[in-house]
C-alpha cells in the first residue's frame, strides 16, 4: 500500500483532519470543489 511495509503500517500514527474543513482558506477549498465535480 502506497509503498509502505506491513511492518511500517502496523507501527503507522493515522492523523485527520477533523475541522470539516472550516480552517481551509476559501480559494483552495473552491479548488477541492472544483477538483470533485
Known amino acids: 500500500m502506497h509503498g509502505f511495509s506491513a511492518e511500517q503500517l502496523r507501527n503507522a500514527t493515522h492523523l485527520v483532519w477533523a475541522t ?7 480559494e483552495e477549498m473552491e479548488q477541492y470543489l ?3 465535480r
Open 34 to 36: 472544483a477538483k470533485g
Open 20 to 26: 470539516g474543513g472550516g480552517m481551509v482558506p476559501e
